[in-house]
């Protein structure tokens, strides 16, 4: 998968973090998770980016 994802793209996904790991997102629409953190804000376009605002800290293992 690559750096840039649109929303639609999100759904059921498994993404790499920087550090080697993995992130997984689970669910569609407005009921999204991501490692079990619960989206809060979605799709928020900026300059370089697309911006999601979760609900939890993610922490590396």
């Not at 569609?28 to 605002?53: E, H, P, W």
């Amino acid at each position: 998968m690559s750096w840039k994802e649109a929303p639609a793209e999100l759904k059921n996904a498994t993404l790499a973090t920087l550090q080697g790991g993995d992130l997984t997102v689970k669910g569609s629409g407005k009921n999204i998770t991501v490692n079990q953190a619960k989206l809060v804000c979605g799709d928020i376009q900026a300059r370089n980016a697309t911006i999601y605002i979760i609900d939890k800290v993610l922490m590396p293992h």
